[in-house]
């Protein structure tokens, strides 16, 4: 209940730490109406809110992202009805923005004056959001698992496993058009959590090809050197200033610095 939420962000103090707990606690709500609407029989959760809640990453993500993995059972307009429903029941004032597009599925669900009751701002009009997509058409290869995580509410979730999970990191990292620090942060916690983890590569050579990579294909002998690279003639500086806001500990970014992050590719290469 909303009730509950504002108390939630009272016990934190400064404004990041209030928005990513609002955040979260909205997120795990959405989460447990698509669990109960029968999503995840067959939408597996993926992208960095569910390294989160699944696997513990200690960083806040925005938007909670999703592959589809056999026909949906729940139609997303549908979907999309329901959680406003359930929202506004529980007292929160939302609006909606969406396409159902054929391939990827997206959606805004809008906020108002939360922010403000929320004492996060001081403008009753600032509204916030939280993203919804469904990848329709998801490259081929992924191992799913299904997990059960408590996280403000008990859900059950299909997921990717971890070496999954870990291929669409190396894709980002390797075609992405700009540096998302947070991509970087991620690595490094990989790295360090699970040693000599190595990606779904069947996933990762089909996810590259479906974006028109055109350069090297990673594989067992090369993907440590081919995103050494990557991270070596990143702007440092960039990469801390995207990702700082959503870190439980900002402090974390003096362990996950460039060197160390290479230094860990580094490990097993040359």
């Known amino acids: 209940m909303k009730d509950y939420l ?56 925005e938007d909670l992202d999703f592959s589809l993995a056999q026909k949906p059972q729940v139609k997303f307009e549908v979907l999309l009805k329901k959680i406003m429903s359930e929202l506004a029941a529980a007292g929160y004032d939302v609006s909606l923005g969406y396409n159902d597009k054929k391939t990827v599925n997206s959606a805004f669900v809008k906020f108002s004056g939360l922010m403000f009751e ?37 859900i059950s979730f299909l997921s990717y496993d971890i070496n999954s999970l870990f291929a669409g990191k190396l894709h980002a990292l390797l075609s992405r058009k700009y540096a998302k620090g947070r991509d970087y942060f991620d690595l490094g916690w990989y790295l360090s959590k699970w040693k000599g983890i190595e990606p779904n590569f069947a996933l ?29 003639h990143v702007d440092w500086k960039k990469v801390k200033q995207d990702v700082e806001q959503f870190l439980e500990n900002p402090l974390d970014l003096h362990i996950f610095t460039q060197e160390n992050v290479m230094r860990l590719l580094k490990l097993e290469v040359f």
Do not use: C
Request: a positive charge; charged letters at 25%; proline letters at 5%.
């Open 204 to 232: 990762l050579k089909n996810a590259l090809e479906q974006t028109g990579w055109s350069g090297r294909v990673p594989d067992k002998d090369n993907w440590r050197e081919l995103i050494y690279k990557v991270v070596e």
């Open 6 to 61: 504002l108390e939630l962000v009272s016990r934190k103090e400064g404004y990041n730490a209030k928005l990513n707990a609002m955040r979260e606690y909205l997120q795990a709500y959405t989460l447990r109406v698509m669990h109960d609407e029968g999503v995840f029989r067959s939408v597996a959760f993926l992208g960095g809110t569910a390294l989160r809640f699944l696997h513990g990453l200690p960083r806040f993500s």
């Open 118 to 154: 929320a004492g996060i701002s001081p403008l009753k009009s600032q509204k916030f959001s939280i993203k919804i997509e469904i990848d329709n058409n998801p490259p081929r290869g992924a191992i799913l698992e299904t997990q059960l995580v408590n996280k403000y509410f008990p």
